[in-house]
């Protein structure tokens, strides 16, 4: 597999350091509110990515953090008269309800900031100790970025360029405008934590360095996470990180492109900004991990109605198809004929398809394209006599290859499938017994579900409107 490297800028073959095991290190959300559509996509993205290695037979070991303290975190807990515990609760609880419904598995650790202040401390002892972080008169420790000669490497722009749009905030007392705090000194009203340079509380870039160190070791796989944290985000990460333990941060960093809305920058001030609980509610969970997937990972997407409405077309084709093939495992019999077997042998090409967009920089948009040729193939062979083998062939080889992507999710749910079909039956007994007005009022009743049934040879099929 090849991925695209944004420190070398180039697409690189995968060659873990430990064979057979790779260690991913995300960048969480900051929970203050509800998560919005913009993240949504490395949540879907890298949640692709781990399926991917694990498909291919990797164990993965998938880190994703919590910021549970930030200035945003405390204002929000100013304006709601609460703490920052409870604030922050309240949107992993919400964070996690929205990633369950985009299908994306939780972390192998879900790490919180507050929860490793003692390995946060430890690194930037080590770093004070070494000369490359200092504590200011105000309490606050900075990070001195002209110590780290490779400052500015994983955006590609040297110091001096980056030193030119600096300034110093009121507050602050820099030795250089470039440099950035991993700790903070406390301020009346604030959470705080004690610490060798006073309580405080740490700065936003370190507790990543920390828990990256913690779960994965010094130097890890890959790290991930969207465009906007290159820097200064995932730049600070690697200047103190690297200084700290004096090996590689990660060996691999992807970073997955913007979203747009109507093809404007999402903003609170353009009035465009949507969470994914809004969005989800007017095109369901599914339309939007499926926008997410459907082009490049790093490139530029565009949300808008119309596109979420294609998104839905395209996941009602892909549902059809495999009701059609649950339909017939169900009511089918026998096993695979010759003709059925050819079929399924060239039907299998699609297996290596997949893989060789997948392996191309994690393709998800070719991936798509193959996942709706076969399913085309399916709709074109399969019908009311394939046999019941052939129809299971074909529905593993498609959940096979959706499952990792992660597009479908169980067919219908348990408590309706079973109303839908007891309602079914009632109503097919009814027409055999003549009593149509009973067989029509059980239609409305379904139809006001919003199920539609189709009668067939081999009996009642039915969907979701």
């Known amino acids: 597999m090849k991925i695209y490297n944004t420190m070398t800028r180039k697409k690189e073959e995968l060659v873990t350091l430990k064979p057979g095991v790779v260690n991913i290190y995300a960048c969480g959300p900051t929970v203050y509110n509800y998560i919005h559509i913009g993240n949504s996509r490395p949540a879907c993205v890298f949640d692709v990515l781990r399926r991917y290695l694990e498909y291919k037979g990797y164990k993965v070991n998938f880190v994703?953090?919590?910021t549970d303290i930030d200035d945003k975190i405390i204002k929000r807990a100013t304006e709601e008269n609460t703490d920052y515990i409870t604030v922050a609760e309240k949107y992993i609880k919400e964070y996690k309800t929205d990633a369950q419904g985009l299908n994306v598995r939780e972390a192998t650790v879900h790490p919180r900031a507050t929860e490793n202040i003692d390995e946060i401390i430890d690194i930037i002892k080590s770093l004070v100790e070494k000369g490359y972080a200092y504590r200011a008169e105000n309490g606050d420790v900075y990070f001195r970025t002209n110590k780290f000669s490779e400052y500015g490497k994983l955006s590609h722009q040297p110091l001096e360029d980056l030193e030119a749009g600096a300034r110093i905030m009121i507050g602050e007392m820099k030795e250089n405008p470039m440099d950035f705090a991993v700790w903070k000194a406390a301020k009346p009203g604030e959470p705080m934590w004690e610490s060798p340079w006073g309580n405080g509380r740490p700065g936003w870039h370190i507790e990543c360095s920390a828990m990256a160190r913690k779960y994965l070791g010094e130097t890890i796989d890959i790290h991930c996470g969207g465009q906007d944290l290159i820097f200064p985000h995932h730049e600070n990460e690697i200047a103190q990180s690297e200084c700290c333990n004096g090996v590689p941060f990660a060996r691999y960093w992807m970073h997955n492109g913007y979203i747009n809305v109507d093809n404007r920058k999402m903003s609170k001030s353009l009035n465009n900004f949507f969470t994914v609980r809004d969005v989800a509610g007017?095109?369901?969970?599914?339309?939007?991990?499926?926008?997410?997937?459907?082009s490049h990972y790093r490139s530029p997407i565009n949300y808008s109605t119309d596109i979420m409405e294609q998104c839905k077309s395209a996941l009602e084709r892909l549902y059809n198809c495999r009701e059609n093939l649950s339909f017939i495992i169900e009511n089918s019999a026998g096993e695979i004929m010759p003709d059925e077997q050819k079929v399924l042998e060239e039907m299998s090409r699609h297996r290596e398809r997949f893989s060789n967009a997948m392996d191309d920089?994690?393709?998800t948009a070719d991936a798509l394209s193959v996942i709706f040729d076969l399913t085309r193939e399916i709709n074109t062979n399969i019908n009311?006599?394939?046999s019941k083998e052939f129809a299971e062939k074909c529905a593993e080889l498609f959940d096979e290859l959706?499952?990792?992507?992660?597009?479908i999710k169980s067919e219908k749910t348990d408590s309706l499938e079973q109303e839908v079909e007891d309602l079914i039956s009632k109503r097919t007994q009814a027409r055999k017994d003549r009593d149509f007005a009973t067989?029509?009022?059980?239609r409305d009743k379904l139809k006001e579900m919003n199920i539609i049934l189709e009668d067939t040879p081999m009996g009642v099929k039915w969907h979701k409107a």
Do not use: C, H, P, W
């Not at 959706?402 to 597009?407: D, E, K, N, P």
């Open 361 to 363: 920089d994690l393709n």
């Open 402 to 407: 959706t499952g990792v992507l992660g597009i």
């Open 282 to 294: 007017v095109y369901g969970y599914e339309a939007i991990r499926y926008l997410m997937l459907a």
């Open 64 to 66: 994703q953090n919590f």
């Open 439 to 442: 067989a029509d009022m059980i």
């Open 384 to 386: 009311d006599k394939s």
